[in-house]
């Protein structure tokens, strides 16, 4: 009897582009990441950067409801101490779009969303989340940082002494970008959730980042 030959499994890669339907590629089998490589509108990054020139805390969490694929998710509330700064409503409607191409890409029916100003790395260390797909964006300051497949043993993660130092192995996200990160819990990238961590912030920088989460 001939042994069973186990099918080999997909080749984990990237994918990047200039127009938002390479989002849609993170479904595809062996991409645990898809990054839409966008330019914000000037309105929107000079909003993010004034939001932070006034140093105050912002760390809003709201669960969203997607009823029908027509209608806008509800954001009352998001970020609403700032909402009479020049941009606010297109910062706003911004957000709105990528929730609901996000709920539309995945058919998901209630999404999390984060919406914080850090003034330092809230997770330094390189991780992969325990999640199916993550959204992030960073409106203003530096984005978050990953590695192509191979950079960095997975049995270390966590170990700050594992860690790749040189420049040129470290990826990292632009502002402005959007990017999909394939996480552990989705089905069939068990053990190849993509590996990134927040960017190291110096004294006085600050970023403004956006994630969504699949609830359900």
């Known amino acids: ?4 030959v186990m099918p080999a499994l997909p080749t984990v890669q990237q994918a990047t582009g200039p127009t938002p339907d390479v989002l849609a590629r993170i479904l595809d089998d062996g991409v645990n990441l898809a990054i839409w490589q966008r330019q914000l509108p000037v309105h929107i990054s000079d909003f993010g950067a004034l939001l932070l020139s006034f140093d105050e805390p912002l760390a809003d969490s709201i669960s969203i409801e997607m009823c029908n694929e027509h209608a ?3 954001l009352q509330g998001l970020a609403s101490r700032f909402n009479d700064l020049e941009g606010y409503a297109g910062f706003i409607s911004d957000i709105s779009w990528l929730v609901s191409a996000y709920s539309c890409l995945l058919g998901a029916k ?4 984060r919406l914080r100003a850090l003034d330092k790395a809230m997770c330094p260390r390189f991780h992969v989340d325990h999640v199916p797909v993550r959204l992030i964006t960073t409106y203003a300051g530096i984005g978050s940082q990953w590695l192509e497949e191979g950079a960095m043993e997975r049995r270390c993660l966590g170990q700050l002494q594992a860690e790749p130092t040189q420049a040129t192995v470290i990826q990292q996200i632009n502002q402005g970008e959007v990017a999909l990160l394939k996480g552990e819990k989705w089905q069939g990238n068990e053990g190849a959730g993509l590996i990134h961590r927040s960017p190291a912030l110096g004294q006085g920088e600050r970023r403004l980042i956006l994630t969504l989460d699949w609830l359900a």
């Open 1 to 4: 009897m001939k042994a069973q």
């Open 110 to 113: 209630r999404i999390g969303l």
């Open 72 to 74: 806008s998710p509800n």
